[in-house]
């Protein structure tokens, strides 16, 4: 039941609000808005810096007229820094326009330090917001939206994803104000000097625009699919590390290796598409800048020869006719980078904005503590059309242990993550304390709830680290009691450093027996009232079974708890045992009315398992 549910999700079931490209660039630039004295700061250097950048050329150009090639006309600069410097002629008007020159290029230096020290600045610190709404959001997100989303592709979006969204400050906004300053800037005073011959320079130009509007949605597209693939390709290698031990038992090395490879070469054709598409757009905006110089030196060619033009204002103009290409080149690259900034944008705020998570009402209670009694009225599940749980209906008094029995994928793990809020029911009410959990506070109600999981979790770190996860404020004498009582105390005192031991990421460095005992400490020493075993005792031996349960049913004297487990001798001391098949109660009673029935039929899945476990040797 639950590997149907879980085969029917893809990822286009994500229940993200639609961003088109307006919203997505007010989303965007409302980042800005946080970060405007650095934003606008970084605007005025960008000012200055293009200033400076176009004056070269045009001291450049009184070079040549008033020293180089003299026309004989008095000295009447574009760009004035000071009166006086009209007073000087030859050499000596050569030596002080020279040091503007070289005025002018420290100018532009001190100021490109600035600017991009503070486009830094603006980038990482706007990352860094979106890398904590990413996390945050993250860590609000139900169940269903982990086992929809692959963990490679949540991995490649909160980190190359949410980069590339830095190269939509760096590039479409900041580089598009500066190409309209530098082109602006430059028309003004090359129609200054002759509009006539601007007007002809700038024919072939324009073509480029019809160019870049017909190429953008190829590229669009071919950025997206890129992006997507990248995220599958993700995925596979995650999935072939965190499942390795499946895939050399079941022999896949060779389908994984084919998986992996035909989605390598489906990345390699889309991403070469794309190079070529982009590598044919940028000879011809060469080809169009060429045909602009050649048109300029024809007319000057002219021009000249009635002394209508000085050579100055000729070098001048071509100087310029790169300047205004530029920006006419770079919008058509910033449409291609900004395609691929909205591409990653969007799919780091699927994430954010995902809306398959457990809701809290603002009137929610907070509890400290709970009493423990449990009720499941009528409760079922549907997912997409699929029943996984029907009509459920069973008590729980505080104090009481009742055991969940029956084959896999009876719906035994998906019934017990309703009552922490990991899964909603799609009808019917589950109560604790006579309260409906939807009225408690998602942090109130799962911290009166401890867990032992049959996947074991644990994090990079210390033992000791690893057990205050429940309780920070635990003293020593308490983490050592608990870990007697999870009979994991032996053990971890044979390690180099005890409690100071680093276990390595998810506590490879111990057997599948110790690390599950240490998740059974841990709930030991949270002591909550309500407990969950969910298989807990499935990865130890028989004999290792038999200590730990004693703890846990010594623990589990005055609290309520759920047991799951496939194996008869965990469940025999259950006050009620409880037996489903296909999402709903088969059976229900105690240990004596339900004993026969529980030997025949969890023997029959005990066999299967062992089975299973066999082949995963």
């Not at 590598?279 to 009635?306: C, D, H, N, Q």
Request: charged share 25%; proline share 3%; with cysteine.
């Amino acid at each position: 039941m639950y590997e149907k549910m879980m085969s029917s999700q893809t990822l286009e079931n994500i229940k993200s609000r639609k961003l088109d490209d307006k919203k997505l660039n007010a989303k965007l630039l409302s980042y800005l808005r946080e970060q405007l004295p650095i934003f606008v700061l970084m605007l005025i250097t960008t000012v200055f810096r293009d200033l400076f950048n176009i004056t070269t050329p045009l001291i450049t150009r009184d070079i040549i007229d008033y020293v180089i090639i003299p026309s004989g006309k008095p000295y009447d600069p574009i760009v004035r820094f000071a009166d006086f410097i009209s007073k000087f002629t030859g050499i000596s008007l050569l030596a002080v326009l020279c040091i503007m020159i070289i005025l002018v290029t420290v100018l532009w230096g001190i100021i490109m330090v600035i600017h991009r020290w503070l486009l830094m600045l603006l980038i990482q610190r706007i990352l860094y917001r979106i890398r904590e709404e990413f996390y945050s959001a993250l860590l609000l997100k139900s169940r269903v939206f982990f086992e929809k989303m692959p963990i490679g592709q949540i991995i490649a979006r909160a980190t190359n994803d949410v980069n590339q969204i830095g190269v939509y400050y760096a590039e479409p906004v900041r580089e598009s104000v500066r190409a309209t300053l530098t082109f602006t800037m430059t028309i003004l005073i090359m129609v200054s000097l002759d509009w006539q011959l601007t007007l002809i320079s700038l024919m072939p130009l324009t073509t480029l625009s019809i160019v870049t509007m017909k190429c953008l949605p190829k590229i669009k597209d071919l950025r997206k699919k890129s992006r997507n693939l990248f995220g599958n390709l993700s995925s596979i290698i995650s999935e072939a590390v965190i499942g390795h031990k499946f895939v050399k038992a079941y022999a896949l090395e060779e389908n994984f290796k084919r998986w992996f490879l035909d989605t390598n070469k489906l990345l390699l054709r889309t991403v070469l598409n794309r190079v070529n598409l982009m590598s044919l757009y940028s000879p011809y905006t060469r080809l169009m800048s060429g045909i602009g110089v050649a048109l300029v030196i024809l007319v000057f060619g002219m021009k000249w020869t009635t002394g209508e033009m000085d050579v100055g204002t000729f070098v001048l103009f071509i100087s310029y006719l790169g300047y205004v290409a530029w920006p006419i080149r770079k919008w058509g690259q910033l449409a291609s980078t900004y395609q691929d900034s909205m591409v990653a944008a969007r799919r780091v705020f699927e994430v954010i904005e995902d809306e398959t998570y457990v809701k809290e009402k603002p009137e929610a209670l907070e509890t400290t503590k709970i009493k423990g009694d449990i009720s499941f009225k009528d409760v079922s599940l549907n997912y997409n059309g699929v029943n996984i749980l029907s009509h459920v209906n069973f008590d729980v008094s505080a104090g009481e242990t009742v055991a969940l029995v029956g084959p896999s994928g009876s719906g035994k793990t998906i019934l017990v993550s309703m009552i922490p809020r990991f899964l909603e029911p799609t009808s019917g009410t589950i109560l604790i304390d006579g309260i409906d959990i939807r009225k408690y506070k998602l942090k109130s109600l799962r911290s009166n709830i401890g867990w032992v999981m049959q996947d074991v979790i644990l994090f990079p770190g210390t033992v000791k680290e690893n057990l205050l996860i429940a309780k920070p404020d635990a003293t020593m004498e308490e983490i050592v009691e608990a870990c007697k009582k999870a009979r994991a105390h032996d053990f971890i005192m044979k390690l180099p450093k005890g409690y100071n031991t680093f276990i390595g990421e998810g506590g490879y460095k111990l057997s599948s027996g110790q690390r599950q005992r240490l998740t059974i400490a841990r709930v030991i020493l949270a002591d909550p009232p309500i407990l969950i075993l969910d298989d807990s005792t499935s990865y130890v031996d028989v004999r290792t079974e038999r200590e730990i349960l004693e703890s846990l049913w010594e623990l589990a004297r005055d609290r309520t708890t759920i047991l799951i487990s496939h194996r008869l001798s965990s469940v025999l001391k259950a006050d009620k045992i409880i037996f489903m098949e296909k999402g709903r109660i088969t059976k229900m009673g105690d240990r004596d009315s339900l004993l026969e029935y529980l030997k025949s039929r969890m023997e029959i899945e005990s066999f299967r398992r062992t089975l299973v476990k066999l082949g995963e040797a």
